[in-house]
Nanobody, 125 residues
Framework: QVQLVESGGGLVQAGGSLRLACAASGRTFSSYTMGWFRQAPGKEREFVAAITWDSGRTYYSDSVKGRFTISRDNAKNTVYLQMNSLKPEDTAVYSC??????????????????WGQGTQVTVSS
């Protein structure tokens, strides 16, 4: 079992930056693919970014590519999402997720086995 706890959300002006962190429990964290998703009110959950267990590959949605960076520190059981040049349309609840098994469908919520409760990010114009 893996428990995920997000932190770092908040209110920021457009053009600003935030760094989200997701702390994981469990000794097998280092073997999991980790992802970030977001959900805005009235919208479906949306893929944001993912990173393989060894940080060898990272993936981003087109809407955040070039502005967001996902990284992980397996020694600290933590995955990060650095968000720069934030826009009002980035406002959402951001959740991290862990996938037990290697997957090419990293952009699908169904590929992930464990989820955090989420942290609110609000970008004002």
């Amino acid at each position: 079992q893996v428990q995920l706890v997000e932190s770092g959300g908040g209110l920021v002006q457009a053009g600003g930056s935030l760094r989200l962190a997701c702390a994981a429990s469990g000794r097998t964290f280092s073997s999991y693919t980790m992802g970030w998703f977001r959900q805005a009110p009235g919208k479906e959950r949306e893929f944001v970014a993912a990173i393989t267990w060894d940080s060898g590959r990272t993936y981003y949605s087109d809407s955040v590519k070039g502005r967001f960076t996902i990284s992980r520190d397996n020694a600290k059981n933590t995955v990060y999402l650095q968000m720069n040049s934030l826009k009002p349309e980035d406002t959402a609840v951001y959740s991290c997720a862990a996938a037990r098994y290697r997957t090419t469908y990293y952009y699908l919520p169904a590929s992930y086995n464990y989820w955090g409760q989420g942290t609110q990010v609000t970008v004002s114009s």
